[in-house]
């Protein structure tokens, strides 16, 4: 197992950061793609012809993107929260096309203060990931998403249809829950049986620097010690639980908190940078 030792320098820490949320960005985005694929290719709406023309444009432009690697988004220091969200629609739409749910987009301001490039890039992928959770649980037919802007927080807001089981302890939402988290932001999850569910994110245009939330990275308790240990081995919370004879909610509190004291968005940064 590994024992977790003290961070390194602060210029180390941050390319280990930059690789991990890389590699944890590439991933999300090809899941994207390839659910993306999928729904052309069982679309009822098209014939064999042009599914395969349909699936050949998306599988060229994940190409584009891959080869570019998002220089330009990532390095951008603010982004309109206009052009964030087209960026984020142009994202789903081969969904929003071919898909089985039906997502609805509702347009944030056209004005107003514009996003840092590290919370756009996280709200884009964060909705990404909750709507492909509901592509995955298969309960619900539509989607909505809205982003707002307070002047000090991006406001996000998903809501479906579904079976309204979803909550906040849901592993589908778990991801979500980390990124949030990482940014000092404000998660929840609202759910009425038979109805659906609204999975509602504060996030602040002004998040901590890594620099500021990585300093508390040296204080664990045993116990955050021991919860560490098993995420770096890989261990899901259940597994985490079933270790260490703590509850699944325990154990999801103590990970929410090593990532928080690391400033990690992913159990894929945290692991990066305990080892």
Known sequence: MVDPAPLAEPATRALVVQHARLVAERADQHALTLESLLAVLRSTRVDDRAARVEAAEIASAALVDLRTSNDEERNALVEPVSRAFLRLRNDLRPLVRFGSIDIQFVEPPATGRALPGEVAHAARAIVRTAVLAHVDRGTAERVRVQWDCDGRNLLVEIRDDGDGSLDVHDDTVRPI???????DGDFRVESTDGWGSTISIVMPLDPPALGDRIEDAEALTPRE???????????????VAAQLGISVNTAKYHVANLLRKYGARSRAELSALAR
């Open 225 to 239: 010690r021991d919860v560490l240990r098993l995420v770096v081995a890989g261990a899901p919370n259940a597994d």
């Open 177 to 183: 829950a980390e990124r949030v988290s990482a940014l």
